[in-house]
């Protein structure tokens, strides 16, 4: 019998079940994580949790201020959260202590449990708890770990599962079935189950992950690494803090497939695995600026420096348009300067104003700046540090010429012989999702009619914003009414038609 923090662990004679006492401080983290992570969440549902022998709290917050981030170190203690509540209006609290089940509590996986000593744990000093699953694949563990939760007197709380840990995560995909908390302590590495994890994981729940392969994530084999996390991992003297990020970069790509993104909580490198605690949440947005969060890392191997090269940048106001400079014509600038280059150009067949050529970039930028000496923008408009006042404040190594040549334009348009495919019928493109009971609704047939081929024929007069409905009348803002220059009508006929 093994005891470990408030838990009394029974192991059969034999070493068939999995057991590191090593990770002693790997368990004492997680039961401290999961118990400020309830403390939380469960606040939000009117429960209040009893830690024994809890008096004061020492806690440790990141703020971001306006002129960078600060670390802020508060002392809190229960009776100043408890005059605070009182202050804000009185409320009711239920109290949920450890070894209870508390319905309003967490539902906790832990999906490769081996002898459930870790579970045992949670059930004995997380208080706050709603169930506990110690899953594992192997009958020998799944015997053992029903047995050790009778032992502890936490069968209540704690069912043992026989099963693959990837599958019980994916049946628990639905949004009702989906787990608050997810550990997953493997041996070795923890890929094959991060897809499954981050689907299965709640709504702002908490993922536990730990790493033992080490050796891979360290540089000692970057394709092994590639192969399982997505990232070439390299020899250096901070490759255990690279093998923090290799994880985050992997469970953040992960869970952006299922719009989805990673909030790391804490994240440690100790004796010979790594750890990390991160709430996983919705929201496409957020997604979206997920290039800004990932960098390819050039490492020197003479004097060991490096280099962040980010993927991505968030912009604020969406500007791409470099130069602002006027757009030059197809021929004469795309066709005939690079011909005169000296260098092969040819149109593209997936779009009309796009050109294939061996040109460097170097060589186009050059024609942008002979270009705009003809073209002038307006100097004092651009800031220094925009890359259109930069690009334009280097001077071109070639001189370009801008005569149309008569190879410039191929005899195939000069006959204007059809290069798109033209659609067969009217609103040709993608078709209605599938929905029970088959057809199509009358009104997104007429909004698809309505606007089919709007970018090639743009609005040159006002009066035929009339044929467009006015969108903020729809969300009843709109305060303009028969003023408004688009139509009320779509609005008005909608209305008699619930009326009838």
Request: glycine residues 6%; proline residues 4%.
């Amino acid at each position: 019998m093994k005891l470990e923090g408030k838990a009394a662990i029974l192991f059969p004679s034999a070493n068939e079940v999995f057991y590191n006492p090593v990770q002693e401080f790997n368990r004492d983290l997680t039961c401290a994580v999961i118990t400020e992570f309830a403390r939380e969440q469960l606040a939000q549902r009117g429960v209040r949790i009893l830690v024994p022998g809890e008096r004061d709290r020492v806690v440790v917050r990141l703020s971001e201020e306006k002129n960078g981030t600060e670390h802020q170190e508060a002392s809190e203690q229960p009776e100043k959260e408890q005059q605070h509540e009182e202050e804000g209006g009185k409320k009711e609290y239920i109290t949920a202590s450890v070894g209870e089940r508390c319905e309003q509590g967490l539902r906790v996986l832990e999906g490769l449990a081996a002898s459930g000593l870790r579970s045992v744990r949670f059930a004995l000093e997380v208080p706050g708890l709603k169930s506990i699953t110690a899953n594992d694949y192997s009958a020998k563990a799944a015997a053992l770990i029903a047995r050790n939760a009778q032992h502890n007197n936490v069968s209540h709380i704690l069912q043992a599962s026989q099963r693959d840990a990837s599958m019980v995560m994916y049946e628990a995909r639905g949004k009702k079935e989906r787990y608050d908390v997810i550990d997953l302590d493997p041996y070795g590495s923890p890929s094959p189950f991060l897809d499954a994890a981050v689907q299965a994981v709640s709504e702002g729940g908490l993922l536990c992950i730990t790493c033992t392969d080490m050796a891979v994530m360290a540089g000692n084999s970057g394709e092994t690494c590639y192969s399982k996390y997505g990232s070439m991992s390299i020899k250096s003297k901070y490759c255990h803090e690279m093998a923090l990020r290799i994880i985050l970069h992997s469970l953040d790509q992960r869970a952006a497939v299922y719009q989805r993104y990673i909030e790391p909580l804490l994240s440690v490198s100790v004796d010979f695995y790594i750890r990390v605690f991160v709430r996983v949440k919705t929201g496409q947005a957020v997604v979206k600026n997920s290039a800004s969060k990932h960098a390819l890392l050039y490492n020197c191997v003479g004097c060991g420096a490096f280099h962040l090269q980010r993927m991505g940048k968030k912009m604020s106001q969406g500007k791409h348009s470099t130069v602002h400079c006027n757009t030059p014509p197809m021929l004469q600038f795309s066709r005939s300067a690079l011909l005169h280059a000296g260098y092969r150009v040819s149109l593209s067949h997936a779009c009309k104003n796009a050109v294939k050529t061996n040109a460097p970039a170097g060589v186009l930028w050059d024609l942008i700046r002979c270009w705009e000496k003809s073209n002038p923008v307006k100097r004092e408009r651009l800031s220094e540090t925009s890359p259109a006042h930069r690009i334009l404040s280097a001077e071109p190594t070639l001189q370009a010429c801008f005569e149309i040549r008569e190879d410039a334009n191929p005899q195939s348009r000069k006959r204007h012989l059809t290069r798109f495919q033209e659609n067969p019928q009217a609103n040709w493109g993608p078709k209605a999702r599938a929905k029970a009971g088959g057809g199509i609704s009358s009104e997104l047939e007429d909004k698809r009619k309505q606007f089919q081929g709007k970018r090639k024929k743009p609005i040159t007069d006002s009066s035929q914003l009339k044929s467009l409905p006015c969108k903020k009348l729809r969300k009843g803002t709109c305060t303009y009414g028969d003023k408004c220059c688009y139509s009320h009508e779509l609005k008005q006929e909608t209305n008699e038609e619930k009326m009838d």
